[in-house]
């Protein structure tokens, strides 16, 4: 591997992201493995009662795919209950998860003009970059991108 390749400046951002400190009230670590992802998440949350959930795409997909809003959002509860799990890009499979008071999470239902259907996970961070601005930043998370939930 060539040390200032797209790859290495990838793992070097992804190392960077797991060993920053953690912003005042977040909760975070990466993980190599599922065992120790699922024994994290149940240290942070207090909990064994969990569920994993992540976007589900229905049907085919490609770049060109219009999709329209189908459900109204749909907020989780136990806010206070969530950890998200991002993939980061390195050799073997590495996790960086986070846990923060500044965001929510949604479920919504997208229809594409293919009639594919996803069950999208969005996150709404608040950032409170702006002064008087409290609007939130929202995103969709991608398929390969982790919530943990307390089930009840």
Known sequence: MVLDSEEANLMKESLNNCETPPLEGEKKFCTESLESMVDNVISILG????QAISTMINGSQHEKTVYKVASP???FLNQDKIVICHPEPFPQAVHYCHKSSEYEVYA???????RSIVNAIVVCHHLKMVPKNNDPICHFLPEDHLIWVHSI
């Not at 919504?108 to 293919?114: A, E, F, K, R, S």
């Open 47 to 50: 909990t064994h009662h969990l």
């Open 73 to 75: 959002l749909k907020k």
């Open 108 to 114: 919504v239902v997208l229809v594409g003009d293919n």
